[in-house]
């Protein structure tokens, strides 16, 4: 495996996706070969996993068959789309990975961090990001933002209240202790623009010292 693999992360609102499409265009303004893709989706069998997985619709989905959706999205988009970009060298900028699963099933939903990790490092087997940003914004900040922005793609995520939310952000702060040489946190409650040249400046740098 030639290339590098970059994941954002981040509660809702955090604005990681579209900073994303932005430090895709900037890095390969810079010279690096670059794709971008999105979990849960990315491929055509994840994309309607996902369809499954957010659908408002879907409000009695056990937290089970939602961890086990996601790990088996993850493994498809990652053996179709990802682990062949990597061995072309490839930068791979996805939009949530593995610590998303381990936040949002893990703790948020209450099945246990360790016990979502065994299930993913069978459909992973093993591979973690390079290097994973995670962009920080305190929940009810994230929330309000997704109320603002009329155009956003609504989802059963939304459906949840804001101590679900919270349960998020308190698991990715253990996750950011238990990753410290990986996760490197920006500050999401800034300007699109410096928060973008923030996560820019990470991974230009990360990249450059490799």
Known sequence: MNGYFITFEGGEGSGKSSILKSA???????????????????IEIAEKIRDIILNPA???????????LLAAARR???TEKVL??????????CDRFVDSSLAYQ????????????????????????????????????????????????????DLENIRFHEQVYEAYQYL???????????????????????AVKYIGSYLNNK
């Open 76 to 78: 498809q988009h990652l």
């Open 24 to 42: 895709e265009k900037k890095l390969a303004d810079l010279g690096f070969d670059v794709l971008a893709t999105r979990e849960p989706g990315g």
């Open 106 to 157: 893990g703790f948020a939903r209450g099945l246990g961090i360790e016990e979502v990790f065994t299930v993913n490092r069978f459909a992973i087997q093993d591979l973690m990001p390079d290097m994973t940003l995670f962009f920080d914004i305190e929940p009810k900040k994230g929330l309000a933002r997704i109320a603002e922005n009329k155009d956003r793609e609504r989802n059963r995520l």
């Open 58 to 68: 879907h409000t009695a989905m056990d937290a089970r068959t939602e961890a086990l």
């Open 176 to 198: 950011m202790s238990k990753f410290p040489d990986r996760i490197q946190v920006i500050n999401a409650d800034q300007s699109f623009e410096q928060v973008e040249s923030d």
């Open 84 to 93: 062949p970009a990597l061995a072309e060298g490839k930068v791979v900028l």
